[in-house]
Structures are given as structure tokens and as C-alpha cells.
């Protein structure tokens, strides 16, 4: 039977290598494909439901038309397309070019991916967003402090003696990390977890350190006092390669582990402990995760976190550093930088709006000049997992036509008025890169579609026809149907980088560049050439302090007020995001949604376990059964995030749409809630 090396492109740490087996045009097994050092082990139980999805009989495989009576039904591709042109016709002759918002979510990786932003120019731009859901404050605040977000390769963890997993649930959300921590820890490695949720990388650790939501950054800053007093210091690591050490010194000064302790509720000896640890421990690594980083103050957090390394010496060198992002896959994008999408300009000259990720329902209600009249949505999924979402459908209610591509009937292809089937990741060739290992990947074409689903570069091209586009334009920019167009058009893109297809036969690749230990040339491109403490772009762009400092989350619950607890929306084993939830394979191993409440908030309402809970703010309600967990920070509940709308549960009903204080990311964490019977 065939069997073929390809890659998981969804949005995740791991971007796991796996070898696949097809028969009679089915797939039907995945194996764990070595040739990745960083995944060996194969797939999650994610990856191995693809023999499930890539087959789902619930994946749509036609396009779907609203009827008159309101409901999606079958319809041929000539109709659908007819119908989406039209709209885009008339909304373009009416507004312009940019009453069309172009959404792009993170459902898939790809460099093909690339050319429907391609397309959207030739039809005379559009409006897009900026910013990104994801990352883009740790990114922010370590490109101002590194000037470079690039780090030690996954298996170099192996070699720490400390590890400091900080706002990172990897047992859960990058599970091929715990098996180099693990070994780690088997050569008498030490491990800190700091996390307000008691979670299932805690499990290792020897210590675990549970700051109140949002306020590490003032964690940060006492640990920096206590290894500045103690002489802890790496003076002349920090004379060579640190920017700022004096105003760092004079900042942490105030931050005494008691004042801290009042602010973090982390005890002093703790904060004592944990500072010794990483005076005196080497090397260190700090694993940061991104929920921290979910939080109106979270990129000064982040730079307050990476400043503990910087003033300790611990980066450049086997074992130590800072494992947040490993762009060193990111080679393909002409803008290196990935927060410089929001050009006000394209290259061609056409204009294009863009408006906020964080703030899209809003955004898009704002806009008037043109107003939004249509919206097309692909790899995305923003009613349920874009902050506010009340206000992100009344958001979509209010356009004259919404046109979703998906596998699957989500909260958002619902709100449609076309839906366009999309291809999986076995049918159609493509290559991906990661963000914590430094393989580029090339994913081959292993499945014909099912007959009514097209790619999108296919979409596309039948649309384009429609719009007028002239057929020389599509052509040099969207590769044409069969595998050799694609390969040629994947080709010319590895190219310049030194690359063939061939190079992928023997099976992932290092990026060209690769950097085993990052920085280890103690080469830092900030504007000072050193490793900036004191950021002059901090402020210039962002206006925010040049330091650190801290500043409390904008939404603060307060004890005794109407919004009391903090409402946790992290991620969970068996999805990502809002997917997978659907298929028979998770269902049967995932659990329903719940609330986790810790049992001392629970019992003051007078709630056991199991009963059926609201939580709720002004933005927005959830019903939801209760689960004690002893485990978890009081003062703190947690509901995991990317449950369907239609079941019940999607957690962004409660959030805010804000943006972080460094690279217009989202603050999905700064959500204060209340919590009764139902
Ligand atoms: N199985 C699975 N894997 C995934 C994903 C998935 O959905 N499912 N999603 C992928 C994607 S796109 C992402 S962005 C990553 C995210 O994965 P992670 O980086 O692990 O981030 P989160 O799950 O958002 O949050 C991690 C932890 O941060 C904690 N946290 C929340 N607030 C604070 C705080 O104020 N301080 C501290 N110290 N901790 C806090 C949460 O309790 C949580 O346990 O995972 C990727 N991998
Ligand atoms: N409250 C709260 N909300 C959060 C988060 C949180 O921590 N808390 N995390 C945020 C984070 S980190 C992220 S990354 C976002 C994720 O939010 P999104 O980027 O919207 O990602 P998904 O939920 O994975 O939905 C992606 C959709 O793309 C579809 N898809 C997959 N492959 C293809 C393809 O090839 N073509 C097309 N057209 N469609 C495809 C899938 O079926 C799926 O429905 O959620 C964010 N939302
Ligand atoms: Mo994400």
C-alpha cells in the first residue's frame, strides 16, 4: 500500500511530521514519521482523527446557497459563484473595492495559502485585518528586546537545568515538547510551572507558582529585584551584550517580593526561591506559553519575563534561553517582520483598509468610508473564537452577503449566504513551515477531493472569470489545477532559497540559516545591537514605557464587586480551537464543556459539582455545568476555549474586544465574570 510523509499544517507548536497510508483512494492510517527530531513520536490523537475527517460525513462537500426560507442547501458551483459575483460586483460599483472584508483565520498553514490576498488586489483591493490572535505581544516584546524571535532547537531543552514553563501548557498544547522535557528531567533537570491553573504540565514540576491573572509582569520585575540585591547578576554578560541594566536596576528596585506578594498573591518565599533558582541554576530555560500574553499589559509582561535572562546571561548558549517563537522557518515573506503586515499601502499601489483583529466586530460595524457590504471568510472561524462575539455576529448579520470556504458546518459558515466547500491538507500539494521547530515541510497531494470540492486557487480562478480579471493576471498569480502547475508554482518560490521539491524527498527540511542555539553569535539586530532592556520603540510605537513596568490588566475583577472572578479561556488536548471538536473520534474521548471552579468560589454560591452554572458579564452569558478544581487559584474560573455556539459553549460570548499593548493582539484573558446557579 502507498504510504507518503506529509505534515500536520494546523495552527500548533508542534507541526508534527507523519507518514500516511492511502488505499483505494481512502485514508486509512497514520504513522509517526522519525525523520522530524523534533515530533518522532508521530501525531496526537488530533492527527490520527485525520482518518476520520479527511472522510467526515459531516465535511460539506458542495457549495451551499441560502434558500428563501432561510436554509443552506446544495447548489452547483455555476450558481454559487454566479451568486457571490454578483454581490461583489454591485458592492465594488456602489462603495469600492473595499466594502469587501477579506477574513483570513489560522485554520491552516501553507505558502498557497498566500494567494488569496493575491487575488482580492486584482479585484482592486479590499479591506483587511491586522494584528493576530495569537501571539503578536510576545512576538512584539521580544523582537524589542532580542530584535530577532528565534530560539535553541526543541530537543536543545534537553540540555537545561532549569526550565521555567510560564504561561504554557504544553502537556496539552504542544505535547512533543514534554518528551524532551522529560528527558530533561531525567538527567535531574528542575522544573517551575507558573500558571494560575493547577494544569497537566504542573503535574512534573517541583514547583508550581500561581500568580493572580495577569500580574506576572510585576512577578517578573520582584524576581529581577532579588537578583539584582543578591549580586546574582551576570555583570559581565550584561556589560557586553545588555542594554538598559542601570534603568532596569533602578526599576526593580521598589519591587520587593513583599510588595510583589501583594500584588501577584505569590508568596515572598516563593518569589525568594524562585529568584535563587535562576541566580544560581544554569543553564535556564524559560518556556513561555502564550497565555500570559492574553492581556491589555502583556507585551510589557513578556519584557519583563525576558529581562530575568538577560541580566542572568542565560542567552546564546546550549540549554538556556527563551523558547516563546521560532520564526526561523519564516523565510518566505518578503517583509521578514511578521508584525509589518498592516501596510496603509500595497506595492501596486492599491489601497487597503485594514481593520483590527481584537476589535473585528466593532471594526467592522465603524467602517464607513465604505461601509462593509460583503464578507468573504476563509481558514477562519471569527464568530466563536474572535473576542465579542455578540457583537461579531450582529457584525456579520449586518453586511448584504457573506461567502465562508470550510470543511465543516461552523458557527460561521452557518451565518453564510454561500458556502464553498474547501479542500483537506492531503489534496492539494503545499509547504509549511512551524514556529518551535525549524523544518520546513513539504506537504504532496495524496487524496483527489471529493468531485464538488475545488481549492481555492481553483475557487479563485472560476471567480476571478467572473469578476472580469483578466486571464493573463490570474494566471501569473494563481497556480492552475494540475500537480505540475503547482509544483512549478511551489518551485519557484523554494528557489531563491536555495531549494528543490527534491530536497523534501528524504523528508523535512532545516530552513536554510537553521541556528541550533539561537543568538549564540550574541549578534542581537536591535536598534542598540545589544539586548534592549530599555526599548526607545516601546514607546515610539507602541506608547508604552521604554521599560517594563508594570500596570494591572484594564478589566480587574474585583473581590466583593459585580464581576468578582477571572475567567480563563485556554486551549484544550483534544482540538484545536474550534476544531475536531465535531468528530466521533474526539467526542468520545473529550469532555463536555464545563466551568472549573475552584471549590471555595463554588461553595460561597452555594454550587456542587455538576450543578448547572451561569457565567456571566455585561458582554454576555454561558451555561455550563460545574467542575471543582482544588487545583485552580481561587478568585479564577476557567472554561477552555473553541466549543461551537451551537454547543452551547463558546467562551468568546464573555470577552472583550481589546487589543494588547504591544502588537494588536487580543486580550482574550482580561475578562472579569460573575458565577451563580443557573
Ligand atoms: N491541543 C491543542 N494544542 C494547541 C492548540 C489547541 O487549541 N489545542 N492551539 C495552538 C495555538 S494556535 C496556540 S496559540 C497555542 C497556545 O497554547 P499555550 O501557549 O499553552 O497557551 P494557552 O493555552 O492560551 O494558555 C496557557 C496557559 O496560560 C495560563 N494563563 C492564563 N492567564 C495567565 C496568567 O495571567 N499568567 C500565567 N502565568 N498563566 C496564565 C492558562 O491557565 C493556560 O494553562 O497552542 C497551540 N496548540
Ligand atoms: N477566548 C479565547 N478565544 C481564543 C483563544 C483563547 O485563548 N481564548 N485563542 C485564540 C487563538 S490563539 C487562535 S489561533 C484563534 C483560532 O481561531 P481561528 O483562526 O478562527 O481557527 P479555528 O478555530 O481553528 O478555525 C479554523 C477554521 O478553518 C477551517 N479550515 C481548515 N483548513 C482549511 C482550508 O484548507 N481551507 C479553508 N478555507 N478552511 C480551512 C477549519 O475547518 C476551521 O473551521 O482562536 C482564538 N480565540
Ligand atoms: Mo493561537
Redesign the pocket.
Known amino acids: 500500500m502507498p504510504t507518503f510523509l506529509t505534515a500536520c499544517?494546523?495552527?500548533c507548536y508542534s507541526t508534527c511530521s507523519m507518514r500516511v497510508t492511502v488505499e483505494a483512494g481512502r485514508l486509512v492510517r497514520i504513522d509517526p514519521a522519525p525523520e522530524n527530531r523534533a515530533t518522532p513520536e508521530g501525531p496526537c490523537i488530533k492527527g490520527l482523527a485525520y482518518v476520520e475527517r479527511a472522510h467526515s460525513v459531516e465535511r460539506i462537500v458542495a457549495p451551499l446557497a441560502r434558500r428563501a426560507d432561510g436554509s443552506l442547501a446544495p447548489v452547483s458551483w455555476d450558481e454559487a459563484l454566479d451568486r457571490i459575483a454578483a454581490a461583489l460586483l454591485a458592492a465594488r460599483a456602489e462603495l469600492g473595492a473595499q466594502s469587501l472584508l477579506y477574513y483570513t483565520?489560522?485554520?491552516?498553514k501553507?505558502l498557497l495559502?498566500g494567494v488569496g490576498l493575491a487575488f482580492w488586489r486584482l479585484f482592486g483591493g479590499c479591506t483587511t485585518t491586522y494584528g493576530?490572535?495569537?501571539?503578536p505581544a510576545g512576538l512584539e516584546a521580544t523582537r524589542l528586546t532580542l530584535g530577532d524571535n528565534s530560539h535553541n532547537a526543541p530537543w536543545d531543552l534537553e540540555n537545561a537545568r532549569l526550565i521555567v514553563v510560564w504561561g504554557k501548557n504544553p502537556a496539552e498544547t504542544n505535547v512533543h515538547q514534554i518528551a524532551h522535557l522529560d528527558r530533561a528531567l531525567g538527567q535531574g533537570a528542575r522544573l517551575v510551572v507558573v500558571d494560575p491553573r493547577r494544569t497537566e504540565t504542573a503535574e512534573r514540576a517541583d514547583l508550581l507558582v500561581q500568580p493572580r491573572p495577569g500580574t506576572d509582569g510585576a512577578l517578573a520585575l520582584a524576581l529581577g529585584h532579588v537578583l539584582v540585591r543578591d549580586r546574582l547578576v551576570d555583570r559581565d554578560f550584561v556589560a557586553a551584550h545588555v542594554q538598559g541594566y542601570e534603568a532596569y536596576a533602578g526599576l526593580v528596585a521598589p519591587w520587593t517580593p513583599e510588595r510583589a506578594a501583594t500584588v501577584t498573591g505569590v508568596p515572598v518565599a516563593t518569589i525568594e526561591t524562585l529568584a535563587r533558582e535562576l541566580g544560581t541554576i544554569a543553564p535556564v530555560t524559560i518556556v513561555p506559553g502564550?497565555?500570559m500574553q492574553?492581556y491589555t499589559n502583556s507585551g510589557q509582561t513578556m519584557r519583563a519575563l525576558l529581562a530575568l535572562l538577560a541580566i542572568t546571561g542565560q542567552i546564546g548558549r546550549p540549554g538556556a534561553g527563551w523558547m516563546y517563537a521560532n520564526l526561523q522557518t519564516a523565510v518566505f515573506s518578503a517583509v521578514k517582520d511578521p508584525l509589518d503586515f498592516y501596510p496603509p499601502e500595497v506595492p501596486d499601489g492599491v489601497v487597503r483598509v485594514a481593520i483590527s483583529t481584537a476589535r473585528l466586530g466593532r471594526d467592522m460595524l465603524r467602517l464607513a468610508d465604505p461601509p462593509l457590504a460583503v464578507a468573504w471568510v476563509?481558514?477562519?472561524?471569527?464568530i466563536?473564537?474572535?473576542?465579542e462575539t455578540p457583537v461579531v455576529l450582529e457584525a456579520f448579520r449586518r453586511l448584504r452577503f457573506r461567502v465562508v470556504?470550510?470543511?465543516?458546518l461552523?458557527d460561521?459558515?452557518r451565518e453564510a449566504d454561500v458556502v464553498l466547500p474547501?479542500?483537506?491538507?492531503f489534496e492539494q500539494s503545499d509547504v509549511i513551515g512551524a514556529y518551535w521547530h525549524p523544518y520546513l515541510q513539504l506537504r504532496r497531494k495524496v487524496l483527489e477531493p471529493p468531485p464538488d470540492v475545488r481549492p481555492?486557487t481553483e475557487i479563485y480562478r472560476a471567480l476571478g472569470r467572473r469578476l472580469g480579471i483578466a486571464e493573463e493576471s490570474l494566471a501569473a498569480t494563481i497556480p492552475g489545477p494540475s500537480e505540475a502547475a503547482v509544483d512549478a508554482w511551489l518551485a519557484a518560490r523554494l528557489a531563491p532559497l536555495g531549494l528543490t521539491l527534491a530536497d523534501f524527498d528524504g523528508g523535512p527540511v532545516l530552513s536554510p540559516g537553521y541556528r541550533e542555539v539561537a543568538f549564540a553569535d550574541r549578534v542581537f539586530p536591535t536598534p542598540s545591537g545589544k539586548i534592549e532592556l530599555a526599548s526607545a520603540e516601546a514607546r515610539t510605537r507602541w506608547g508604552v514605557d521604554e521599560l517594563p513596568e508594570f500596570h494591572e490588566p484594564q478589566e480587574r475583577p474585583e473581590p466583593g464587586g459585580r464581576f468578582p472572578l477571572a475567567l480563563l479561556?485556554?486551549?484544550t488536548k483534544n482540538r484545536?480551537?474550534?476544531?475536531f471538536g465535531n468528530l466521533e473520534t474526539i467526542r468520545r474521548l473529550a469532555p463536555a464543556p464545563c466551568v472549573a471552579v475552584h471549590p471555595r468560589d463554588a461553595a460561597e454560591r452555594g454550587l456542587a459539582e455538576g450543578d448547572r452554572a451561569r457565567v456571566w458579564n455585561d458582554r454576555g452569558a454561558l451555561e455550563l455545568p460545574v467542575r471543582l478544581d482544588w487545583g485552580l487559584r481561587p478568585g479564577c474560573v476557567a472554561v477552555t476555549?473553541?466549543f461551537w455556539l451551537t454547543e452551547g459553549a463558546a467562551?468568546?460570548l464573555l470577552?472583550a474586544g481589546r487589543e494588547t499593548d504591544l502588537g494588536h493582539g487580543?486580550a482574550?484573558?482580561d475578562?472579569a465574570v460573575q458565577l451563580a446557579r443557573a
Do not use: M, Y
Request: proline share 9%; with cysteine.
Open positions: 499544517p494546523r495552527n483565520g489560522s485554520g491552516t501553507g495559502n493576530d490572535l495569537c501571539w502564550f497565555g492574553r476563509e481558514r477562519g472561524n471569527p466563536p473564537q474572535n473576542p470556504v470550510e470543511e465543516f461552523t460561521t459558515a474547501a479542500k483537506n491538507l481555492e479561556t485556554p486551549n484545536i480551537h474550534s476544531q476555549n473553541g467562551v468568546n470577552s487580543a482574550f484573558h475578562n
